[in-house]
């Protein structure tokens, strides 16, 4: 842990990966040139034959492990978001999703805070393209103790995930009474007429986003999509029918995140039942750029004053509420 | 386990590619688009390991240390259906249902409908990187066991073929075994015309594996290969096995025009009959009984 109880995902990760492989032989970790940044090599302490580097080959990685976990190995697979995703997508296609291979495919420094290495190692549609995939499960831990509970979650279940990690620092977020389900949406707060839908470590700006609503006397409720596949339908319905505006809020693009995931069911809401306007709070339809994980934040609108700005400009500009 | 071949055993080998050819067109019939050429090119290979190397029975074709085999090219898994169906693993009787709505034969091969066929694969140029997966799993079970895997000319043009040979040398997976269906015909033209692979053994060898040069239709060449391979060798073995597109059908060969052809009833009959040919030396009783 960094200073102020401040954690990466990806550091509680790399802890939860060497717990399980103390206790099961058969978790095994594969990387590409990046175990020490992904934290994957962590592995090699526990049993040193059990991290398998791959040198710079993503697609030969996904395809190995593939035929690992035939035989009965559980594979986590690890590499930067947007290699895992983008570079062996028709590898995970084929060979993981299809056949329900029991593979864990971790993707690091996912989002804009691979801050300074610019667009090119930036992954902002890693979650798009995995959510399309059937067989897959999609789910992004927002602190360190949600991600040991979606790797332990991931290590017990059978069948493939693809789980977005972070380097970003963030501080413990979630209360330990708010009980983690796979594929159930966490309530953090309750609200009236606002909500946001938010995941991953950007959840603690939404937070700060919505003490500051607070202070304005706006009660704004907070839900953590910690799982984006399966999506919590019928929680998703009940939003929608109990908040007039709904904000999605993602280190992601705008296209195929949980705004997508959001818009798809809410569309397909029947009946004369109110239902919510949905705004979606992301990237836009741009790739990033060097600069600081902050920097980048604030440029697109994911700072807590970038969120706030947005709800003021969509809510209160509309002069309807309140 | 089978150490030699003498010339009942080899006779035995080559009545075996003759049925299995006459089922490949039983499956396949007419009137549909069905991969002619490469699965008929491959039919030697596919009988050398299935009913000479391999230990790989009805008996133990789900047991940990099993060998196994992966078509690499998907789209010849026809030749592995007939094969499987032989071995009495899948019923003989299912193979016409290929690439039919519902079926477990689809048409490039899927583990979930039927798991015989070891691995996905169709996408091309990712059945070696599997088979790595498969062997390096083997040696941390401390398991002992052969992987065979075919591919096909035009795929090793896929980039991950070579990642994936570069890592069964690099992890001396000596229990992988590749063999090169090199029929020189690839979807839409001659391999050396679409994009060169030559010189291949040379890119082999460079690649830490040891080649080994084959008439791909001559089954004691290919059975020598491999005896070759026990995992205890030095390299990893890659067997060239020179072969001819459409192999056992005079109009089908060395042209990549059956590819995946949809043949008419006249080709069709004019298909049987060359097979057929072959056929009449040994008792094809039980071909003639199921009434097609």
């Given amino acids: 842990m960094a200073d102020n109880n401040k954690e990466a995902t990806r550091d509680r990760y790399g802890i939860t990966l060497v717990e399980l492989a103390r206790e099961d032989r058969n978790v095994v970790a594969m990387d590409c040139d990046l175990g020490r940044s992904t934290r994957s090599y962590n592995i090699a302490e526990v049993d040193p034959n059990r991290f398998i580097e791959m040198g710079i080959a993503e697609q030969d990685m996904i395809s190995t492990a593939a035929g690992m976990a035939r035989c009965g190995k559980i594979v986590f697979v690890n590499s930067f978001a947007i290699f895992i995703t983008g570079r062996a997508f028709d590898q995970i296609r084929q060979q993981i999703a299809l056949p329900s291979s029991n593979v864990k495919l971790c993707g690091s420094s996912a989002g804009l805070t691979q801050g300074p290495d610019g667009a090119t190692h930036q992954s902002l549609l890693d979650v798009a393209l995995m959510r399309m995939l059937p067989n897959m499960t999609v789910a992004i831990p927002a602190d360190g103790n949600q991600t040991e509970q979606i790797i332990r979650t991931a290590y017990r279940m059978q069948g493939p995930i693809y789980i977005r990690l972070s380097r970003y620092a963030t501080p413990s977020l979630i209360n330990d009474n708010i009980a983690f389900e796979l594929g159930k949406a966490q309530v953090i707060r309750e609200g009236s007429r606002i909500a946001f839908a938010t995941y991953g470590p950007v959840l603690s700006n939404v937070l700060a986003a919505a003490d500051e609503l607070q202070k304005q006397g706006i009660e704004a409720g907070l839900v953590n999509f910690h799982t984006i596949k399966p999506i919590d339908v019928n929680f998703i319905e009940s939003m929608a029918e109990k908040y007039s505006y709904i904000f999605s809020v993602e280190e992601h693009s705008i296209y195929g995140g949980l705004g997508s995931a959001l818009a798809e069911i809410m569309a397909g809401i029947q009946g004369s039942s109110k239902t919510a306007t949905l705004l979606r709070i992301g990237v836009q339809d741009t790739f990033g750029e060097s600069g600081t994980a902050d920097e980048l934040l604030k440029k697109h609108g994911l700072d807590s004053g970038g969120i706030m700005q947005s709800v003021q400009q969509y809510v209160f500009e509309t002069g309807e509420f309140i | ?292």
């Fill in chain 2, 1 to 292: 386990m089978k150490n030699n071949l003498d010339k009942a055993g080899l006779q035995i080998l080559e009545q075996k590619t003759t049925q299995i050819r006459w089922e490949l067109l039983q499956m396949f019939s007419h009137g549909k688009a069905h991969h002619f050429g490469g699965s008929l090119s491959c039919v030697e290979l596919v009988t050398a390991l299935y009913f000479y190397k391999m230990n790989y029975t009805i008996d133990n074709c789900t047991s940990p240390d099993r060998d196994r085999f992966i078509m690499s090219k998907g789209h010849s898994v026809p030749t592995q259906y007939v094969a499987l169906a032989l071995l009495g693993i899948i019923p003989i009787e299912e193979l016409p249902t290929i690439k039919q709505i519902g079926t477990r034969l689809q048409g490039h091969p899927d583990i979930k409908k039927l798991p015989w066929l070891e691995a996905p694969t169709g996408s091309l140029g990712q059945g070696l990187s599997y088979a790595n997966g498969i062997a390096l799993a083997a040696r941390l079970d401390g398991l002992r066991f052969n992987i065979f895997l075919i591919l096909g000319d035009g795929e090793i043009q896929e980039g991950q073929i070579w990642e994936a040979a570069m890592t069964t040398s690099h992890y001396r997976l000596t229990n992988v075994c590749v063999i090169v269906d090199r029929n020189k015909f690839q979807s839409q033209g001659e391999v050396d015309c679409m994009m060169g692979i030559e010189p291949l053994l040379d890119k082999l060898s460079a690649f830490g594996w040891q080649p080994i040069h084959v008439n791909g239709h001559n089954l004691a060449e290919i059975c020598q290969a491999l005896d070759l391979v026990n995992g205890m060798q030095d390299r990893p073995i890659a067997i060239v096995a020179d072969t001819v597109k459409g192999k056992g059908i005079s109009f089908m060969e060395n042209t990549f025009k059956y590819h995946n052809f949809n043949l008419t009833i006249d080709q069709y009959k004019q298909a049987e009959k060359e097979i057929k040919g072959k056929l009449s030396f040994f008792d094809r009783s039980q071909e003639d009984t199921r009434g097609r």
